[in-house]
T-cell receptor, first 110, second 113 residues
């Protein structure tokens, strides 16, 4: 399966600290996306990075992509309690299928 | 308001009783997709559709059917539900499929007894 793996599975930090989560995948991709899910709710798109890009920023988010290592990282700077959620990476593969990782559960303690 | 809607949001049913979960989007997106989410397994794609009358299997299509007769609607049909289909289901749509962000519905929590 193409399914990605996020690491760590769970992360707990203090408000104001930075949070870093990683995603690894198995086969070549065209792009990689990160999503956030608040408990039991629908996923919300955070950022998309294409295979020819190495880094992308959006507000407090920074995403890197290393296609040689088949990995990506999501950095959330100056975290807030409202950032508490699960974070998923999603990749495409040959064809038009979408593959999600198993997610990182982030808890930001006020 | 741009959105993806799903109905019902919660459903408890019994084994073998056919059911349909509806999905509708108002963004004129070509790509629509269904996922199921199970603890420890993340989201897995069930079926997707690139456009009207075009559907394809995802990773876990067994036991499910879909149709795409109109651009805005993409219902998920369980002809004979079984307990292993108890899950949280999400519908999503995107303008150009994998090249754009996916917009997700609020989810349907299905329990099959």
């Amino acid at each position: 399966s193409q399914q990605g793996e996020e690491d760590p599975q769970a992360l707990s930090i203090q408000e104001g600290e930075n949070a870093t989560m990683n995603c690894s995948y198995k086969t070549s991709i065209n792009n990689l996306q990160w999503y956030r899910q608040n408990s039991g709710r629908g996923l919300v798109h955070l950022i998309l990075i294409r295979s020819n890009e190495r880094e992308k920023h959006s507000g407090r988010l920074r995403v890197t992509l290393d296609t040689s290592k088949k990995s990506s990282s999501l950095l959330i700077t100056a975290s807030r309690a409202a950032d508490t959620a699960s974070y998923f990476c999603a990749t495409d593969a040959a064809g038009n299928q979408f593959y999600f990782g198993t997610g990182t559960s982030l808890t930001v303690i006020p | 308001e741009a959105q993806v809607t799903q109905n019902p949001r919660y459903l408890i049913t019994v084994t073998g009783k056919k059911l349909t979960v509806t999905c509708s989007q108002n963004m004129n997106h070509e790509y629509m997709s269904w996922y199921r989410q199970d603890p420890g397994l993340g989201l897995r794609q069930i079926y997707y559709s690139m456009n009207v009358e075009v559907t394809d299997k995802g990773d876990v299509p067994e036991g499910y059917k879909v149709s795409r007769k109109e651009k805005r609607n993409f219902p998920l049909i369980l002809e004979s539900p079984s307990p292993n289909q108890t899950s949280l289901y999400f519908c999503a749509s995107g303008e150009r499929g994998l090249w754009d962000e996916q917009f997700f519905g609020p989810g349907t929590r299905l329990t099959v007894l």
